[in-house]
């Protein structure tokens, strides 16, 4: 069974940009989470989605939002990009409810 | 609230030699308790989880048992190899919340 994909790998941006970022998560599984990991903050839960909604969310201001699909793949949007955005973002995806979750490889986001 | 704390590294070890990584935890109620390693370049693995007091969590080796009385969850291995160098991360998750609450992550070094 495929893992937990991420796309784009990658992404330069400047400041006061948005970004999008994709994932999708292994067959058959409801809930996608995303993470944010820095060297300073560590791993920050940012929110779950499941079923198309947004069931959980952490403290991050408003310009980080996503969503979910109907075939559960899960985008995540942060809008007028600080430098302090640069990070690794990580999704994970699990089965139902509260539930063990795989992680994907991450997408790298740099702000310029 | 929820936290978790890990021992601070590097640790720094000779191939075979035994492995303890130690982690505690504050929580509310029974949380479920994971490892997880993440190798340069690349998202989070799990390693390996425990989902109630006594529990022993188990693979490739290494070995963790949820004890409720002192709160803690450490990692151990008896005889590490130079590719067990890696990131590992403590983690708590609450039974009825879908989010990851992760330690500061303990970096591994194995010299042959």
């Known amino acids: 069974k495929a893992g937990v994909t991420q796309t784009p790998r990658y992404l330069i941006k400047t400041r006061g940009q948005q970004v999008t970022l994709s994932c999708s998560p292994i067959s058959g599984h409801r809930s996608v989470s995303w993470y944010q990991q820095t060297p300073g903050q560590g791993l920050q839960f940012l929110f779950e989605y499941f079923s198309e909604t947004q069931r959980n969310k952490g403290n991050f201001p408003g310009r980080f939002s996503g969503r979910q699909f109907s075939n559960s793949r899960s985008e995540m949007n942060v809008s007028t990009l600080e430098l302090g955005d640069s990070a690794l973002y990580l999704c994970?995806?699990?089965?139902?409810?509260?539930?063990?979750?795989?992680f994907g490889p991450g997408t790298r986001l740099t702000v310029l | 609230g929820n936290s978790v704390t890990q021992m601070e590294g590097p640790v720094t070890l000779s191939e075979e030699a035994f492995l303890t990584i130690n982690c505690t935890y504050t929580?509310?109620?029974?949380?479920?308790l994971f490892w997880y390693v993440q190798y340069p370049g690349e998202g989070l693995q799990l390693l390996l989880k425990a989902t109630k007091a006594d529990d022993k969590g188990s693979n490739k080796g290494f070995e963790a048992t949820y004890r409720k009385e002192t709160t803690s969850f450490h990692l151990e291995k008896g005889s590490v190899q130079v590719s067990d160098s890696a990131v590992y991360f403590c983690?708590?998750?609450?039974?009825?919340?879908?989010?990851?609450?992760f330690g500061a992550g303990t970096r591994l070094a194995v010299h042959p």
């Open positions: 994970a995806s699990s089965l139902d409810g509260p539930d063990t979750q795989y």
């Open positions: 983690a708590l998750r609450r039974k009825d919340y879908n989010k990851l609450i």
């Open positions: 929580a509310t109620g029974y949380p479920s």
